[in-house]
């Protein structure tokens, strides 16, 4: 599986790239909202500053100066200050809290379209879970960080800025020594910033691999139970596991040094402001209240002096995670509309291939295959598996795109028609019909709402679905199950074959189940398989003897060649690889 974890290691010119395209695509439409929460912010932390500053006159006045009656009057501002302070606090937070769920659900809904546009290359190489933890964990670290930049470029500045405001006030030296310890700060916080990026990127890594590992699990999960793989299976995740916890602890333990070190210089801070302004309060140069007020507001400084320092580490996860998200932004599908499209073809037109070169990455899948399926006709695609018969079916609906020569539907090539216009041309019917788990209705009408009653039942009968039916529990509102499992091969199939009436298109790509339907489900198919190729261009991958006979037209394939193409008849008298194919495949079934 790859992931994105061979690259060198952002800088800080890129981090904030990414910050300003954060901002730019998904923050700035909200800015009216992001600064009601910025100034409630403010407003809060600012109530730090008043807070130590009124412990000042509690202490000057009240307490040494004995002048009780404004003792009401200083408990009177404590209380609006702790109610201004949990007011703007509880509107700043849910404020902040609608933008940040917006802002996630954008960048979510805008990952998960994108990833659906990029080709089968793409999805071969990174995994489903690979992609769902981007989705997830990915977007939701990003989320984190914005929100604490937020919070701490409105609420913990302002608060900084009141407290150290008071600090000065009281005393500008007293504040200095208070402040002594901060250079020796930078260089162990620099050092731990690296170590967080190189953890966080690590652990966001393994955190994908194993989400891998659990949807392969659980998408395999009947061949994990016939092979009895639990055991090794569990084992497998439970050391994933264990190197998870070890890269989370290094993460934490690095983003914890920096408050931690800010943390020490406080304390060092402390001490030197006692040895030094002690001396000056018993000589009565200062006074209680300027001590207590002080040591409130620096004290105060604290904590939002050390989620500051927690910023710039949650700012290095959050760039590992923006990293992948644009990076798979950014990605281009190369199947893409073509500059000038042609129009579709009308009517129900032929499919040619014409000395068709194709290859998955480096292994070359077909080498020059040419045929050509006549308009309205039933052809059969027929040849040992591994021929090449499925990558025909992703030419002409551009799944894949051909190393060479030319895919023409009804003399216009695929390439040069709109990605979408062309795929509406067909309907494809293929042993794992991909079920959604939702409701038969909506498997089967796919987002077409507005499918009339009778049209619906008229499919529902052609398809036979109304034969099984009457057994689900909630008929046509009956759930399908996580891919459709609650379905049988065959109830799948007449599902996929009811979708294909109602889409009524010009071409149909039939995959024939490898695996025998019991043979009364296997005539009910194929009777409503038949019905609906008729008047329409109709390829079939056949494993069926009946298919075969009855097909127009018979295109014999081996190792990614055509090598041969008639009616059944035809090809039986020549002798050649479907006579030697026939006999194989077929004797028994036939006898
Ligand atoms: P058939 O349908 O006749 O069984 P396919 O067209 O599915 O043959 O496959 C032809 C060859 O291409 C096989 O050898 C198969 O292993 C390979 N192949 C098919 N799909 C892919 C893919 N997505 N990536 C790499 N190789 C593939």
Redesign the pocket.
């Known amino acids: 599986m790859k992931t994105f974890a061979d690259r060198p290691d952002s800088t800080a010119a890129e981090r904030r790239h990414l910050m300003i395209w954060l901002w730019r695509n998904y923050l700035a439409r909200h800015w009216p909202l992001l600064l009601v929460a910025v100034l409630f912010m403010s407003l809060e932390g600012a109530m730090f500053g008043a807070l130590s500053y009124t412990m000042k006159p509690m202490f000057d006045t009240v307490f040494v100066g004995g002048q009780s009656e404004y003792l009401p009057l200083v408990g009177l501002a404590f209380f609006g200050i702790f109610t201004v302070r949990a007011v703007a606090g509880i509107i700043q937070k849910v404020v902040l809290s609608k933008v940040s769920q917006e802002s996630v659900s954008e960048v979510r809904s805008d990952l998960v379209g994108h990833l659906m546009t990029l080709d089968?290359g793409f999805h071969?190489t990174y995994s489903p879970g690979y992609l769902m933890q981007r989705i997830e964990g990915d977007v939701e670290s990003v989320n984190k960080v914005w929100r604490s930049l937020i919070t701490g470029a409105g609420r913990d500045v302002v608060a900084l800025f009141s407290l150290f405001g008071v600090a000065f006030f009281i005393d500008w030296r007293w504040t200095l020594i208070a402040l002594v310890g901060a250079p020796l700060l930078i260089a162990p916080a620099l050092f731990a910033q690296r170590f967080v990026r190189g953890n966080a990127r690590h652990a966001r890594d393994v955190a994908a691999s194993l989400s891998t590992r659990v949807n392969e699990i659980l998408h395999g999960i009947v061949p994990v139970k016939l092979n009895t793989l639990e055991r090794y299976q569990a084992k497998r995740y439970r050391r994933l596991t264990r190197e998870r916890i070890r890269t989370e602890i290094r993460s934490s333990a690095g983003q914890a040094a920096i408050p931690g070190l800010i943390d020490i210089m406080s304390g060092l801070g402390f001490a030197g402001v006692l040895f030094y302004g002690g001396g000056e309060i018993i000589s009565g140069e200062k006074t209680v209240g300027d001590f207590m007020a002080f040591f409130t507001a620096i004290g105060l400084a604290f904590e939002p002096l050390r989620r500051l320092g927690a910023v710039s580490g949650i700012l290095q996860v959050a760039a590992a995670g923006l990293e992948r998200i644009k990076e798979l932004l950014d990605m281009r599908p190369e199947i893409a509309d073509p500059a000038t499209p042609r129009a579709i073809p009308d009517g129900v037109p032929e499919v040619r291939l014409e000395n068709v070169h194709a290859a998955?990455?480096d292994?070359a899948?077909l080498s020059g295959a040419s045929f050509t399926a006549r308009a309205g006709e039933v052809t059969a695609l027929v040849?040992p598996?591994?021929?090449?018969?499925?990558?025909v079916f992703n030419l002409l609906t551009r799944l894949v795109d051909p190393v060479s020569g030319a895919v023409t539907i009804g003399g216009v090539p695929v390439s040069e028609m709109k990605l979408g216009e062309l795929r509406r041309l067909f309907s494809v019917v293929s042993q794992d019909a991909l079920l959604f788990d939702e409701t038969l209705r909506e498997n089967i009408v796919l987002g077409q709402d507005d499918i009339p009653d009778d049209r619906l039942q008229a499919a529902l009968e052609a398809a036979h679905v109304t034969d099984f039916l009457p057994r689900l529990p909630d008929g046509l509102d009956s759930p399908c199950g996580p891919r459709g499992s609650n379905l049988s091969g065959g109830q799948r199939q007449r599902v996929a074959i009811a979708r294909a009436i109602l889409r009524d298109t010009p071409l149909l790509l039939l995959d024939e189940a490898t695996s025998a339907l019991d043979a009364q489900s296997e005539a009910v198919v194929q009777e409503a398989l038949d019905r609906l190729s008729k008047g329409r261009t109709t390829l079939v991958?056949a494993h069926r003897l009946s298919t075969v006979r009855n097909a127009d037209s018979i295109v014999v394939?081996e190792s990614g060649r055509v090598v041969d193409q008639g009616t059944h008849d035809e090809l039986i008298g020549r002798a050649g690889v479907y006579a030697d194919l026939y006999r194989l495949q077929f004797d028994t079934a036939d006898s």
């Not at 598996?385 to 990558?391: D, I, L, P, Q, R």
């Open positions: 089968g071969q998955y990455g292994t899948v040849g598996s591994g021929a090449g018969k499925s990558t991958i394939m």
